[in-house]
């Protein structure tokens, strides 16, 4: 069973920063990733890690947002720049192992 516990989100004004961070029981073998949920709408992906570094990004955060992972600590990290209002959503870590894993999500706000 894995556990992924996010934290790190909150409230920020447009072209601020946020990072967050993502952190799971045991050793992780597969990739891992964020997805996230405005209001009102579907899940979305953002960004995927795989084990061995190779990274994926949405169309609408490429540039502005980085993901990276640390095995040793079983940590993904999502950093976002220039954040828009329309990245305010609530953020969920996920991983792929043999099903689908999440974390309980974390809210981000970004106030114009």
């Known amino acids: 069973q894995v556990q992924l516990v996010e934290s790190g989100g909150g409230l920020v004004q447009a072209g601020g920063s946020l990072r967050l961070s993502c952190s799971a029981s045991g050793r992780l073998f597969n990739a891992m990733g964020w997805y996230r949920q405005p209001p009102g709408k579907q899940r979305e992906l953002v960004a995927v890690i795989t084990n061995d570094g190779r990274t994926n990004y949405a169309d609408s955060v490429k540039g502005r947002f980085a993901i990276s992972r640390d095995n040793a600590k079983n940590t993904v990290y999502l950093q976002m720049n220039s954040l828009k209002p329309e990245d305010t959503a609530v953020y969920y870590c996920?991983?792929?192992?043999?099903?689908?894993?999440w974390g309980q999500g974390t809210q981000v706000t970004v106030s114009s």
């Open positions: 996920y991983y792929q192992g043999t099903r689908t894993y």
